[in-house]
């Protein structure tokens, strides 16, 4: 069992920061890749920034240069720094994590619950 918890949303001016935080617990062996995922209304979920466990990061076209994703594996952290947010940057934003988990090395998905970032104009 694997959970994730985000937190540090909250609304924004455009042009402001904002930092996401996300948590794991659980009986995990090991978080090999996370990423963080948005939804917007009416939208499919799309992939924002993604690390691997050994520091590799990507990122859509939409926020590079002004997104940053981070992890702490001591903490069993990661982070996403957002800079210079735009009202389009408004959604929910999802936390995920693939890795293994318990004695046998079990494979596991697991997604956060999310939390809500919204941008003025």
């Known amino acids: 069992q694997v959970q994730l918890v985000e937190s540090g949303g909250g609304l924004v001016q455009a042009g402001g920061s904002l930092r996401l935080s996300c948590a794991a617990s659980?009986?995990?062996?090991?978080?090999?890749?996370m990423g963080w995922y948005r939804q917007a209304p009416g939208n499919q979920r799309e992939l924002v920034a993604a690390?691997?466990?050994?520091?590799?990061?990507n990122y859509v076209d939409s926020v590079k240069g002004r997104f940053t994703i981070s992890r702490d594996n001591a903490k069993n952290m990661v982070y996403l720094q957002m800079s210079s947010l735009k009202p389009e940057d408004t959604a929910v934003y999802y936390c995920?994590?693939?890795?293994?988990?318990?004695?046998?090395?079990?494979?596991?998905?697991?997604w956060g619950q999310g939390t809500q970032v919204s941008v003025s104009s």
């Open positions: 995920n994590a693939k890795g293994l988990f318990g004695p046998l090395r079990l494979q596991y998905n697991s």
């Open positions: 659980g009986n995990f062996f090991s978080i090999n890749d």
């Open positions: 690390i691997t466990s050994g520091g590799t990061t």
